[in-house]
C-alpha cells in the first residue's frame, strides 16, 4: 500500500476544535477592528518577486533565504508566496490609487509564506492579521495603534504581553550611525561570527539583533542609534511615549529591537510574551514612511503592524479558559423510507425558525442512532420511525433533562421545539 501523503513540513492543517477557536478569534477582531475605523482589503497570495525585493531590502533574512519563489512556467515571470502583506497592501492601495481622498485604515488576514527552520511559534505557512494607516505622519496614529493591540489583549483575555519600544530615526540619521556603527565593527571583526561578518558592510544594523551570545558584548557596547536622532525625531518619539504614558500602557525602550524588514524608519515596536518559548513575538510593527515612494507613488507616510495568530492562538490555549466544541440543537433518528423523507422536511422546518439540526445518515437502529444523537451533545431527539411518518407526525425527545417524549403534527414541531428550546430558557430567566 503507498504511503499516505503529509503536508508540507512547517504547513499545518488547523482541525475542526481548533478552526473554531480562530473563527472565534477573528470575530474579536473585526469587531476591535471597526472599532478603529479600519476597513478589509484582500490581496493576492502570490506576487512579482520584485516588490518583496524592493520593499522588506534585499539584504534581509526574508529576501536573501527564506522566500518560496518561483518561475511562472507559462511566461517566465518571477513569482513569490507572500511572505508579509505590507508589500502587497501599498502596491494594491498603489495600483487603484486608494489614496486620492485622503489617508486610509486598512487591514487583511491570511496565510504568509516564509522559508524558515520550522519550531514551536515558527512555521512556513502562518497567518497574520495586518493593520496598516497610510497618509498619516503624527505620532498620533503610532500611538492609536499600540493602543490597540493592548485593547486587542483585554479582548482576548490575554495577560503577560510586554510592550517594547524604539526609534529608527530617518535614513540620515540612520546612514551615519551606520558608518560609525560599521567602523566601530570593523576594529572588532575578528570576534564577528559568519553572519556578522557577511552583514556588515551591507546590513550592520541587524548585527544588533543577533542572537549569538558570544557577540553580546561587542553589541552592548556599540555606538546606539538614540544618540543620532535629530530634534524631529526626538519629538515624534516622545510624541508616541506621552501618548502611551496618558493611557497607561507600560513599555520598555529597547534600542537594540531593529526588526527584520527594511521599510522602518521612527517608531517600531513589538508585543512580546515569555509563555512561548523563543519565539515570543506575537505582534510587531512600526512607520514606514519611505515605502510608498519605495514602490513608485507619491510620497505618503505610513504606518502599521502584524500579528501571528498561531502564536496568538497558542497563548489563548494557554492562557484561556477553552470554549466546549458547538453542539446542535436538534438530532433527527428516522428508520424506514417514509421516515427519512419526512425527516428531510422536519430538519428544514427547523432550520427555517434558526435551529442547527444534525440528520442522522447512514442507517441504523434505533437505539445506535440515538446514542450518536446523545453523542452528538443535541438538546432534542427527533425521531421519525414509519409508523410516525404515515400520520405526518414526529417524536420529540429531550436529552438533557428528565422529561416526557411528545409526538407532534409537522405543523406544530417548530412551535414545540422553540418552546422547548429558547421557552425553557426564558422560564429559567424568569426564576
Ligand atoms: P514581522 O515581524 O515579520 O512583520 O511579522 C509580524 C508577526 O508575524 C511576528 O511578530 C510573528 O508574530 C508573526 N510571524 C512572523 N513570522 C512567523 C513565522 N514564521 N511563524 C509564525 N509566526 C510568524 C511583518 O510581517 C510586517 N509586515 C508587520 C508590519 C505591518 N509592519 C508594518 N505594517
Known amino acids: 500500500m503507498s504511503q499516505t501523503l503529509q503536508a508540507i513540513r512547517g504547513m499545518n492543517d488547523i482541525l475542526p476544535n481548533e478552526a473554531e477557536r480562530w473563527e472565534a478569534f477573528e470575530e474579536t477582531v473585526r469587531d476591535w477592528l471597526f472599532a478603529y475605523g479600519y476597513r478589509p482589503i484582500r490581496m493576492p497570495i502570490v506576487e512579482p518577486t520584485p516588490l518583496f525585493a524592493r520593499a522588506i531590502g534585499a539584504v534581509t533574512d526574508i529576501v536573501e533565504k527564506e522566500m518560496y519563489s518561483f518561475t511562472d512556467s507559462l511566461n517566465g515571470e518571477q513569482l513569490t508566496l507572500r511572505p508579509e502583506g505590507t508589500a502587497s497592501c501599498v502596491r494594491a ?11 486610509k485604515r486598512l487591514w487583511y488576514m491570511g496565510p504568509m509564506f516564509r522559508h524558515e527552520r520550522p519550531q514551536k511559534g515558527r512555521y512556513r505557512q502562518f497567518h497574520q492579521v495586518g493593520v496598516e494607516a497610510l497618509g498619516l505622519s503624527g505620532p498620533d496614529i503610532d500611538a492609536e495603534q499600540i493602543l490597540m493591540c493592548a485593547r486587542l489583549w ?13 526609534s529608527l530615526g530617518q535614513p540620515e540619521e540612520r546612514a551615519k550611525h551606520r558608518a560609525d556603527l560599521i567602523a566601530y565593527l570593523e576594529k572588532h571583526i575578528d570576534r564577528l561570527d559568519e553572519d556578522g561578518k557577511r552583514r556588515l558592510h551591507t546590513n550592520p544594523l541587524r548585527i544588533l ?8 558584548e561587542i553589541v552592548e557596547a556599540a555606538p546606539k542609534l538614540i ?16 501618548l502611551l504614558k496618558d493611557a497607561g500602557i507600560p513599555y520598555r525602550i529597547n534600542p537594540r529591537l531593529v526588526r527584520g524588514l527594511d521599510y522602518y524608519n521612527l517608531t517600531v515596536f513589538e508585543w512580546v510574551t515569555d509563555q512561548l518559548g523563543a519565539q515570543g513575538t506575537v505582534c510587531a ?11 513608485g507613488g507619491k510620497p505618503a507616510p505610513a504606518c502599521g503592524f502584524a500579528m501571528g495568530i498561531e502564536r496568538l492562538m497558542a497563548l489563548i490555549e494557554a492562557q484561556g479558559e477553552l470554549p466546549e466544541p458547538p453542539a446542535p440543537d436538534v438530532y433527527v433518528v428516522h428508520q424506514g423510507e417514509v421516515a427519512e423523507r419526512l425527516a428531510f422536511r422536519a430538519a428544514e422546518a427547523l432550520r427555517d425558525i434558526g435551529c ?25 431527539a427527533l425521531i421519525v420511525g414509519d409508523d410516525e411518518a404515515q400520520n405526518d407526525e414526529v417524536s420529540v425527545k429531550p436529552l438533557r433533562i428528565e422529561a416526557e417524549q411528545r409526538r407532534v403534527s409537522l405543523e406544530r414541531l417548530a412551535e414545540v421545539v422553540s418552546d422547548w428550546l429558547y421557552g425553557a430558557d426564558e422560564e429559567l430567566n424568569e426564576d
Open 227 to 242: 544618540g543620532y536622532l535629530g530634534e524631529a525625531s526626538l519629538a515624534h518619539f516622545e510624541g508616541v511615549q506621552r
Open 356 to 380: 442547527a439540526v444534525l440528520t442522522h445518515m447512514g442507517g441504523g437502529s434505533f437505539k445506535s442512532q440515538m446514542k450518536r444523537a446523545d453523542a452528538s451533545g443535541a438538546q432534542l
Open 209 to 216: 539583533d543577533t542572537k549569538n551570545p558570544a557577540l553580546q
Open 285 to 295: 510593527g512600526g512607520r514606514y514612511d519611505g515605502l510608498i515612494a519605495q514602490l
Open 93 to 103: 492601495v498603489l495600483q487603484h490609487n486608494l489614496l486620492y481622498d485622503g489617508p
Open 154 to 166: 483585554d479582548d482576548l483575555g490575554l495577560e503577560g504581553i510586554r510592550l517594547e519600544i524604539n
